[in-house]
């Protein structure tokens, strides 16, 4: 059975300075469920990132997780267990994200191969999550290197390896940061249409709230590392009940007024 429900619950995340700890993400809890995107907004340095690479155990060095679970179905896991198999990730820079001397098939045939997918199927799983993805001609692109592909390209491999990895939640970490604005629509409508289609429960962490409006179900605020606000989308745009909600609300509309006015 598909699982339904991935749960974070109390994540709290530390590090040290000046032989002193501080407190970076503080008793943190979100719900993704199949089917639908949560997004995890907030200003730059407020956590986001950080919740979800903590979540999978996947701290930068320096950071440690103190506190915390996560479960799938009401069933504790550990991190390590679930991380690329219940949970892909799409990172916000992909072409840091690839190894720049190794081909695309060189990447796409390792995730299998270390989840024990028989060699006979590795091929087919990975066309099979390009054509999903938006890329043709799979034997083309997977002989390419990093260095010969667009930002766009390379963010729906990405997404590509994700859903060859079968995995039935994704973490998007800021996924169109970096792609300029028509190749952002289309991973934006992509995304979207995976999670619909495919009943994906997507984490999407962003500071743009048009990606909020564009794609999220349901929105869960972040101030200095914990959450101030959850809520519908339309609840979190209309009726916002927190200071900085309306904030991150207002400063995406004024965006729109001052076009207007121009």
Not at 153 to 178: H, N, V
Not at 208 to 222: E, K, Q, S
Request: aromatic share 2%; proline share 5%.
């Amino acid at each position: 059975m598909t699982p339904s429900c991935l749960a974070i619950r109390g994540l709290g995340v530390e590090t040290t300075r000046r032989g002193a700890a501080v407190r970076l993400v503080d008793d943190v809890s979100l719900e993704v469920r199949a089917g639908e995107t949560l997004a995890l907004v907030g200003a730059s340095g407020c956590g986001k990132s950080l919740t979800c690479a903590a979540s999978l155990d996947a701290t930068p060095p320096g950071v440690r997780r103190t506190a915390g679970s996560i479960a799938i179905d009401g069933v504790e896991q550990a991190p390590a267990d679930i991380r690329g198999r219940l949970v892909a990730t799409i990172m916000q820079n992909p072409r840091s994200a690839f190894n720049p001397v190794r081909t695309m098939r060189q990447h796409a045939m390792e995730g299998p191969a270390a989840r024990g997918v028989p060699a006979a199927g590795r091929a087919q799983r990975i066309r099979v999550a390009m054509a999903d993805a938006g890329l043709e001609d799979a034997d083309r692109i997977l002989a390419l290197h990093p260095f010969e592909m667009s930002g766009g390209m390379l963010q729906r491999m990405m997404i590509a390896l994700a859903l060859a990895s079968g995995a039935p939640f994704l973490f998007a970490d800021e996924p169109t940061t970096d792609l300029d604005l028509i190749v952002q629509r289309d991973i934006l409508d992509l995304l979207l249409r995976l999670t619909r289609e495919q009943g994906l429960g997507v984490l999407l962490v962003t500071h743009d709230m048009g990606v909020v409006a564009a794609l999220a179900d349901r929105v869960a605020v972040m101030d200095a590392g914990r959450i101030v606000e959850t809520g519908p989308v339309m609840d979190i745009f209309h009726r916002p009940a927190h200071p900085v909600t309306r904030s991150l609300r207002d400063a995406h509309l004024s965006l729109y007024r001052d076009r207007s006015a121009a």
